[in-house]
């Protein structure tokens, strides 16, 4: 398919005014690829053409649609015409719609909506954000343990095309409680009379609505389930979340670790609909911290003053001891974090992983030395007891970065907090102070000053 021939049709259409044509030209693409051709026309042409959209295609590309632009086309739209649009939506992707809204609106769009869409939305709506509870859909197809295959497939037919998948469906009790799961497969390769109870899977692993969404994503990944059962405290089913969300939230939680391992404060919004003055709140803070942190480093030097006075050149090495040192830290603080994220490590283990680190610092670090004093001696035609002094420096800072990189962020995630945040910027600040520290005492045992 190619993309800018497909566009640049679509604005022909519409600028000619070729409506019906458009309309049957639109019913030929993916719904998401409709979306992306959306998103790059300008507002009045967005709206425009998706009033163009049948009713029952304009709820599914309003789902792929970016939540400004949802915003958009819910306040353009009458009351009738936005209602219908939620209830064609999955409760999921309502209820994340309706967050973002004004009261105002959500108040009026709750209104109008049908009681089954209203019910469904506060329903998980009333859940914490980033839990399970809050990302799981209640459209899915629940069954009897009594039920025959036949009456089962029926069953499938009548309520099947209004839920989020039917590849798996889930077997109830009266009081809703999920006795088992069994899927569309087994349904259709089974004998007709045979009953649910007798084909269904009993060992069901299920998420609790109260799971962050993090926890979940690491369930799905560890099981490569397609759908997850949520469950309440009495083991009761409430919704289920499918893979389509968790590719959604894998996404999420990896672009806020990456804002918070640059020192920025996360955001929910794309780049390009971040306005100048709201890109400066989220990054003021964190630079502001680490400017007013890295002000201990210049009074370290300060206090060496005498010191450098009498050997100068060793202010030259300053810049390259504290940048490797940074460098290693940050080496190790990502591998460290990214194993937290993923469950590979925990507290118990810090033994285990400081004994590997150190030995790592000192492989690196002595070959760092090796190859920085060849290059004093030759190209930088230093003093041998200066040379002495910047080498040993050196693997004592990529030992001391190495240890601070992998400590630190364990260290945060025991106390609750995120491991991202203890990451390059704020591990390098550390690691500079005390590579000068330690850089200007050996000097100063070495040399004599």
């Known amino acids: ?22 309309r049957q030209f639109l019913s030929e693409f993916n719904d998401a690829d409709i979306a992306g051709m959306l998103e790059r026309l300008p507002q009045e042409s967005l709206l425009k053409v998706f009033r163009i959209l049948p009713k029952d295609l304009a709820a599914d590309v309003f789902s792929y649609l970016e939540v400004d632009n949802q915003q958009l086309i819910i306040t353009s739209l009458s009351d009738k015409e936005a209602s219908n649009i939620i209830d064609n939506l999955m409760a999921d992707d309502a209820a994340d719609l309706l967050e973002e809204m004004p009261a105002n609106i959500v108040k009026k769009l709750l209104a109008n909506a049908s009681p089954d869409t209203r019910r469904d939305i506060n329903h998980l709506l009333r859940y914490p954000e980033d839990s399970a509870g809050s990302i799981m859909t209640v459209e899915y197809v629940d069954l009897k343990e009594n039920l025959t295959v036949e009456q089962a497939i029926e069953r499938i037919r009548k309520v099947g095309v209004d839920s989020e998948t039917i590849n798996i469906c889930y077997v109830l009790d009266a009081q809703r409680k999920l006795l088992g799961t069994v899927a569309l497969r087994y349904l259709l390769l089974s004998d007709r009379d045979e009953t649910i109870g007798d084909i269904m899977h009993e060992n069901v692993i299920a998420i609790h609505t109260l799971m962050d969404q993090e926890e979940v994503a690491k369930q799905f990944k560890k099981y490569d389930f397609t759908a997850m059962p949520v469950v309440d405290n009495e083991n009761r089913l409430v919704g289920i979340i499918t893979v389509d969300d968790i590719v959604d939230i894998m996404e999420e939680e990896t672009t806020e670790d990456m804002e ?161 945040v203890m990451a390059s910027p704020f591990i390098t600040t550390i690691v500079d102070a005390l590579s000068l520290i330690v850089y200007f005492r050996v000097a100063t045992i070495i040399l004599g000053i």
């Not at 709201?278 to 803070?285: A, D, F, L, V, W």
């Not at 206090?303 to 060793?314: N, Q, W």
Request: net charge positive; proline share 4%; hydrophobic share 50%.
């Open 1 to 22: 398919m190619d993309q800018k021939k497909d566009f640049d049709e679509l604005v022909e259409l519409l600028n000619t005014k070729q409506y019906t044509k458009l």
């Open 260 to 420: 918070k391992m640059a020192a920025i404060v996360p955001s929910d919004k794309p780049y390009m609909r971040t306005g100048v003055w709201e890109t400066y709140k989220k990054r003021i803070p964190w630079l502001l911290l680490l400017m007013v942190s890295a002000t201990f480093t210049g009074a370290i030097i300060t206090s060496f003053e005498e010191a450098l006075s009498v050997y100068a050149s060793l202010i030259a090495f300053i810049p390259m001891l504290m940048d490797t040192g940074g460098n290693a830290g940050g080496q190790a603080s990502v591998t460290i974090i990214r194993g937290l994220s993923l469950g590979e490590l925990e507290y118990r283990d810090i033994p285990t992983i400081v004994w590997k680190e150190v030995r790592v610092a000192f492989f690196c670090g002595a070959t760092l030395a090796a190859a920085n004093f060849v290059k004093l001696m030759l190209f930088d035609r230093v003093g041998v007891m200066v040379a002495l002094v910047v080498c040993l420096t050196l693997i004592c800072a990529v030992l001391m970065a190495m240890l601070v990189g992998c400590l630190l962020p364990i260290g945060a995630k025991r106390l609750g907090f995120d491991p991202a």
